[in-house]
């Protein structure tokens, strides 16, 4: 509607209030109230800032009310004491606008019956809210009504601030890390809430009423325009609420609560400044009671959800990744170190995360598992990934001679990186113990992954145990009880591809002996040797009885 005509009011809430459970008592709050609705109120100016708390009611006839007024009060007249000058209308406005009176309600019964202009021109002119009403109301009951609102807002507000500090409190004494509390300031604000370090690199995000990817877009373009100082407060165009999070002066980062994405800047009630102003302190303690810093812990959380694509879409995972500094477009390799010995003395994840960066390789370094490290890799189109896997590799024989340095599949978009950690783990899986990668490398990749890898890899699977034994068992149960090797001359044989001349010489015997223990080995396992079906089956299963056999 234009500045002069009925302004369409909120859905009227019950006395009781309990359409502005959990937020201050607005003005339009207290004109969809029955009791003033009654009235058939008009909002002739101030259409804009209908959402001003109201602290008090005040009903004045006095010619200087603002003289009473503490600001926040909703100032109810009959008409009767306004000056008949316009400077003198223009003073008395001035001076409720000046004291911060939330609005001004004139009825329209005894002394007028339209607005005077003089009064209209004043108050849009400070932009204060002018209200009529056509209808005699009682301002009394008016009174009674809005400040039992207020008192039960009052008493609720209070209840709600005792929670706020005791779920804290529990916090604090569960030893909770850095992204439960956060969890819990979002939960307990329905606001999304982020924790950023000093340049801007968002460390954790938990989102509500928005996905990741609205709250982190253009996160450090948008977190530097928001420039805060050594308080809680609202600051930036995107009207955020921020806190310092500091300790004796050593300021670490800041907590950022942003305002409902739907419907504009929204106010923060004063329990959402208690909420961020304990999420700081409870953090502060975090911080200084867990040894693993933020941005540790916040390359480890997105590495993991990124290994086992925990992200709700790939947009979320991009925006995550790039509110920590990282490229989400070029190339990605995944690659796993799981190391053979522990030193608890060193710590792994940084040392190879500082080699990496020493390098100026873009990457996420985290702990996947006990003794498993995973890395992905973050390089240009242009960048080749082994150079760097090796630097890797180097690293991490020089922290366990023993590791094991696995990689995936290089894949093109930051979504695929599950699969390219998949096929990492695949490599690990089939590394045997004390077997060198081949060509000089060291480390292991897909490729390497021949029949005896893959038999290792699948070692613990009942189907090969079983095919092994319903292959070969026979003949060991044999050799057994008769004392005889020859499981050893079906190795030669079929290491010889069916020769029977090379199989005599590995095994330092006759061709005519040869000629007897197949004959005895074919008869034992009902099995043609002659048949290349049949050889290769066999030399499937005595890999299989290699591999069980070998210490794990």
Not at 117 to 145: G, S, Y
Request: proline residues 7%; aromatic residues 4%.
């Amino acid at each position: 509607m234009g500045e002069d005509g009925v302004t369409l009011l909120p859905p009227e809430p019950d006395d009781r209030g309990s359409a502005t459970a959990g937020r201050p008592l607005t003005v339009a709050d207290v004109l969809a109230l029955p009791v003033l609705a009654a009235g058939q109120p008009q909002v002739v100016t101030g259409v804009t800032r209908l959402d001003r708390p109201v602290r008090w009611v005040h009903i004045t006839e006095l010619t200087d009310p603002a003289s009473f007024l503490k600001g926040g009060e909703l100032v109810l007249t009959t008409g009767m004491p306004l000056p008949e000058d316009p400077t003198g209308v223009r003073r008395y406005v001035d001076e409720l606008t000046d004291v911060g009176a939330a609005a001004l309600v004139i009825e329209l019964v005894r002394r007028y019956h339209r607005p005077p202009d003089a009064l209209v021109q004043a108050c849009r002119a400070r932009d204060l809210p002018l209200v009529t009403l056509a209808e005699d109301v009682n301002f009394l009951e008016v009174t009674q009504v809005v400040h039992t609102l207020l008192l039960g807002h009052q008493t609720e507000a209070m209840r709600r601030t005792q929670r706020i500090h005791e779920a804290f409190t529990g916090l604090t004494l569960r030893g909770a890390g850095p992204e439960d509390v956060v969890r819990a300031a979002a939960e307990l604000s329905g606001r999304t809430v982020v924790l950023e370090n000093l340049v801007h690199q968002a460390l954790i995000c938990e989102a509500s009423g928005s996905t990741v990817e609205e709250a982190l877009a253009d996160w450090e373009q948008r977190s530097r325009a928001a420039p805060s100082r050594d308080r809680t407060e609202v600051c930036g165009p995107e009207g955020w609420l921020v806190a310092p999070v500091e300790y004796q002066g050593d300021r670490w980062g800041r907590v950022t609560m942003l305002p409902d994405p739907v419907g504009g800047p929204a106010l923060f009630a004063p329990e959402d400044v208690t909420v961020l102003e304990r999420t700081a302190m409870a953090l502060t303690i975090a911080r200084l009671i867990h040894t693993t810093t933020w941005e540790r812990a916040a390359h480890r959380n997105a590495l993991r959800d990124l290994a086992e694509q925990r992200h709700h879409s790939p947009e979320d995972a991009r925006a995550r990744v790039a509110a920590l500094g990282l490229p989400t477009e070029g190339g990605f390799v995944a690659v796993l170190v799981d190391l053979r010995r522990r030193d608890d003395g060193a710590e792994p994840e940084s040392l190879l995360a500082q080699e990496l960066r020493m390098a100026g390789v873009p990457a996420l370094v985290g702990t996947l598992a006990p003794g498993r490290l995973g890395v992905l890799l973050a390089l240009p189109h242009s960048q080749p990934w082994r150079p760097a896997v090796e630097r890797l590799s180097r690293t991490a024989h020089g922290l366990d001679p023993d590791a094991v340095v696995s990689i995936g599949a290089e894949v093109a978009d930051l979504y695929d990186a599950p699969r390219s950690f998949r096929e990492a783990e695949r490599v690990a899986e089939s590394a045997l113990p004390g077997l060198a990668p081949p060509d000089g490398r060291s480390f292991h990749e897909l490729s390497d992954i021949g029949l005896h890898r893959l038999l290792y890899a699948l070692r613990e699977d009942i189907r090969v145990q079983d095919y092994a034994e319903r292959q070969l068992g026979r003949l060991v149960d044999h050799d057994t009880r008769h004392g005889t090797d020859l499981l050893t001359t079906l190795r030669h044989y079929l290491d010889a591809a069916g020769n029977k001349t090379t199989a005599a010489r590995r095994g330092g015997l006759s061709r005519e002996t040869v000629y007897q223990r197949l004959r005895a080995i074919e008869r034992i396992l009902h099995r043609d040797l002659e048949s290349g079906e049949q050889r290769t089956e066999l030399h499937v299963a005595l890999t299989a009885l290699d591999v069980l056999r070998a210490p794990h």
